[in-house]
């Protein structure tokens, strides 16, 4: 079976993001490519994450082909396609419906940098205009938010992306933007929250690099 490892990590991620609430049902979906092969591992269209095994899970061409595996490959399969061939430091995505993340994308909201996590996703998270799910016109306009520097966007009246160099840093970019999401949602209630310079957002992206051991 080609692609054995992404599959099984495809399928291990699926369950994980439903078990932390990040999508419900069949709603969202993942993918890991292989830039020496050429390949991509992503979930299939329609399939409950529970239900699904590392054969369920479709390998295709840079380009979308399929290669193998008997399902659809995700509605969003132009998306991850478009996103892995502009970006070469990219190696797994993620899109989910998680709630704060979806509210803002509803509301059309860019995520603001008032909070330091911000500068592990590229500073202010963009959101995109509404364009029909599985559509080129919204794989194209989300890559072109995402430019080279964000590893997240929200995707008008949808959900969140998020990307990585490996599946860990995408998912883990999908949850901190979660988190953003919600901290920003309940700072506008509140009346604002204020925005992070960009000397403080630079700081803390430098902290980063030698952030080792759990944050405060």
Not at 86 to 104: C, E, I, Q, Y
Not at 111 to 128: D, K, M, N, Q, T
């Amino acid at each position: 079976m080609l692609m054995q490892e992404e599959r099984e990590l495809v399928v291990e991620y699926g369950r994980k993001m439903s078990t932390d609430r990040l999508s419900t049902g069949t709603s969202g979906n993942i993918s890991v490519c292989n830039a020496e092969k050429g390949l991509m591992a992503i979930s299939p269209s329609g399939m409950d994450y529970f239900r699904m095994e590392p054969a369920d899970i479709v390998v295709v061409t840079a380009g979308g082909e399929r290669v193998e595996g008997e399902h659809r490959p995700s509605t969003e399969l132009d998306l991850h396609c478009l996103l892995y061939r502009s970006r070469p430091d990219v190696g797994a995505v993620v899109h989910t419906h998680s709630a704060f993340a979806t509210v803002l994308a509803c509301l059309r909201w860019d995520i603001e940098p008032i909070h330091y996590l911000a500068a592990g996703c590229g500073g202010r998270v963009p959101c995109i205009p509404y364009l029909p799910f599985g559509s080129k016109e919204l794989a194209q306009a989300a890559v072109q938010a995402m430019g080279q520097e964000h590893q997240a966007c929200l995707l008008g009246g949808h959900g969140l992306l998020a990307a990585g160099r490996d599946l860990e840093q995408a998912y883990s970019a999908a949850q901190q933007t979660e988190f953003l999401a919600q901290i920003y949602y309940y700072a506008r209630l509140a009346g604002g929250g204020v925005t992070l310079t960009q000397a403080e957002l630079q700081d803390a992206k430098e902290r980063f690099r030698t952030y080792r051991s759990g944050a405060d």
